[in-house]
Structures are given as C-alpha cells and as structure tokens.
C-alpha cells in the first residue's frame, strides 16, 4: 500500500508538470487583473521633452523593442516540454532494465535533473512574458499627432506619460477613518501632463488625472463565533479630472465667455466644474465619473475650450 500511494503522488507531480510546461509552450495565460476587476497593463514611464515626431518615433520603437524581446522568447516555450520527454525517455530506460533484472537509478537521476530544468526554464520563460501596453499609451501618441501641427515651429512638449499604476503608494493624496476605525486611501494620478508653445502665440498646459480610492484590509469580529477574520481590501471606484490651462496671447485673441462653455456644461464625457477667465488666462478643470476617458474626449474637450477665444481683428 505504501509503494502504490508513493506511486500515486509521483503520478499525479508528473502529470502536474507535464500541463504546467505545456501551458507554458501555448503562451501566456490570461491578462491578470488589479483589485478594482480591470485588466493590468505594462507598467511605462514615458518622459516627454523634444519634438513630437521625435517623442512619436520613440514611443513606437520602444514598444516595438519589447515585442521583440517577448518574440524572441517564444522561440523557446517548446524546449522545457522537450526537455521533459528527453528525461522520461531517460527514465524508460531504467525501467527497461529493472525488466531485464538490472537496478539502477543513474537514468532516472539524469531525468529528473532535466525535469528540474525544464521547470526553471519554464518559470523563466513565463516571468519574461511582458503585458500588453494600455489604451492610454496609443491615445496619448495620437493627442501628440494631432497637437503637432498647432506648435509653435522648432518648439517642444514637455510633460510625461505616466503609467506605472494608479494604486501605487506614492499616489495616496490623503487617508480618512470611518467609524467602524476602517481606512480608506484616496489616490491622484496625474497619468499625462502636457505643456507647449503653440503657433499662435498661446500657451498651453493639459492634465489629466485619474482619481481612485481603495478601502484597504482590516480584520473584523464576528458578532457570532467572536473570531475575527480579515476582510480584504476593496477598490471603491475611480473617476477623472482633466485640467487645462491657456495663457492667452493678447495680440492674437480676447477672451469671449459663451454659453456653450460655461460652469455645470457636459461636453462629451466631462461636465465643467471650474472656470476662470481671469489673467489673461483660461483656467478650466472638468470631471468625468467614466472608468475610462479616450483621447477623443480629451481632444474635442480641448478644442470646446478654445471656443472661448475670438481672434483679434488685424
């Protein structure tokens, strides 16, 4: 009884392995996903000071380079399944002798190294997998596109692309208590930030700004058993920000206020929450409750904004 139930467990390791390193050869398995149910994305940090065609190219190259790595690395997700059934051919071996009346053991040592190798190879080559890149990291190469045309000539973007993650720690704004002593963090996420000389003369600066917060894990008393248990953290929602400031050039426009662009209006995903026309400047912050907001939005939000500017006679 014993020697079956070792048997047995060998039997059910094997076959264990034998499905880990072939869903390692099939390629990743799907996305993960962070607390709030979403799926993650690649982690990018995009530093953005030079000419848009510079920052465009560099941003395709990059992402191009990483898809080569990951490519490379798909050249090798068969080698731990074969190396998997070299060692059981190993192993056969000194089965096909224990039958012929001879022990040994030197054949199965051999195979079970190359099983060993096999898994580290495989863990290796799943470690490497990288995720996909965010919506947000094309959206922000097409605002780039698009914006390219109105800059002054020879001028630069400056700003950043910030995709790392909008629950990391270092982005906790503030902490608040409940009664019941429960902690929730508020997150800001300043995700792009754009600021550039344009043709005109005006000065431009857009922000946006993903705003989360998170109820984080605390342990509670059951009313019944007396026992506590934690209770997990808990993502209670998201929602955006986009501010965008013009420092006006006086001897190109004058700031006219019009209803269609006033306090409380909805344009597109965003309502209007705060304006100023004060200075010379255009000062506007807007909110959207949407989990996501397309460059779309962002675009034709800001070109809602100018409408608050009528070009001075020549």
Known sequence: MPALCILGVAGVVVLALFFYLLNTARKKVAAPT?????????????????KPDSIMLGMER????????ESAGDKWRWIPLIIFFVGLGLMAIDGLLL?????????????FLLWLAAFIMARSLRRSDTLDFAPRYKGTKEILHTLRDDLKPGATFLGHLDLTGALLKTKVARETKDTQNRTTQYFRDEWLSLKAKLYDGNILRVSAIQKSKKRTSYWKRSRISGKSKLKPEKFKGSA??????????????????????????????????????????INVVASSPFDEVEQEQILGFLKSTYSLLQRKAA
């Open 62 to 69: 990059f992402r191009a380079e990483v898809q080569k790595t």
């Open 34 to 50: 962070s607390i709030s149910g979403k799926k993650e994305y690649a982690p990018v940090y995009v530093s953005i000071a030079d």
């Open 240 to 281: 955006h920000d986009l501010k965008i400031r013009i420092v006006v050039n006086p001897e190109a426009y004058k700031i006219v206020p019009n209803k269609d662009f006033r306090q409380g209006v909805n344009i597109g995903k965003y309502t209007v929450t705060q304006l100023s026309t004060e200075g010379g400047m």
């Open 99 to 111: 039958l012929l009346g001879y022990f040994s053991l030197v054949f199965s040592a051999g195979g």
